[in-house]
């Protein structure tokens, strides 16, 4: 009941980022809705360990927080030079 | 406890599905950056407690390395995109701009 809630919210929050991914103006609207996108799938993955009682997919969070955070300064910097010529 | 771990759950998928709303709604950059990038930890933050209260001592030290991770990185990011994006705007909202003063 708790696990189709939440799993309906982060299907919600996916659709929702991933509208924005379509139509954002700029190109920072779309990297924060990827942003959004993945840190929707960590709660989900974290949601799923905690259903079946199995820690193993627990590692991949710590990756996935460290990608996104790569991704947003690769993009942020790409911006940034693309905005200074 | 079985209360209060679905309590957690369920208040973290609010702000998730707030945060989801207010990327799509809000009509400027700047106020969906703010709907995203404040919503969006701390609903993972409210997951991660509910869920390391189900599982034993491992998956709540892998939640926590998680946690630590997220909460430190995300706002940095956000940060830096902030920046680039004030920098790439052609059209701004605001009357005096302080950036270049500040230089943050």
Request: a neutral charge; glycine letters at 6%.
């Amino acid at each position: 009941m708790i696990t189709m809630f939440a799993i309906i919210a982060f299907a919600f929050t996916s659709i929702c980022s991933a509208l924005r991914l379509w139509k954002g103006p700029t190109l920072a609207d779309r990297v924060v809705a990827l942003d959004v996108a993945l840190i929707s799938l960590m709660s989900a993955i974290a949601i799923y360990a905690g259903e079946s009682g199995d820690t193993t997919y627990l590692n991949l969070l710590v990756v996935i927080a460290v990608i996104g955070f790569v991704a947003t300064v690769a993009a942020s910097r790409y911006i940034e030079n693309e905005a200074g010529k | 406890m079985i209360i209060v771990e679905a309590s957690l759950i369920v208040v973290g998928s609010i702000l998730s599905i707030l945060a989801g709303v207010g990327l799509l709604r809000l009509d400027t950059t700047y106020a969906r950056f703010h709907a995203a990038g404040k919503a969006s930890p701390i609903a993972f933050l409210f997951i991660a407690f509910g869920v390391s209260l189900q599982t034993g001592t491992k998956g709540a030290a892998l939640l926590f390395l998680a946690v630590v991770a997220l909460i430190i990185t995300l706002p940095l990011g956000m940060h830096l995109l902030f920046r680039a994006a004030h920098k790439a705007n052609e059209h701004n909202y605001l009357e005096t701009d302080e950036l270049p003063r500040d230089n943050l």
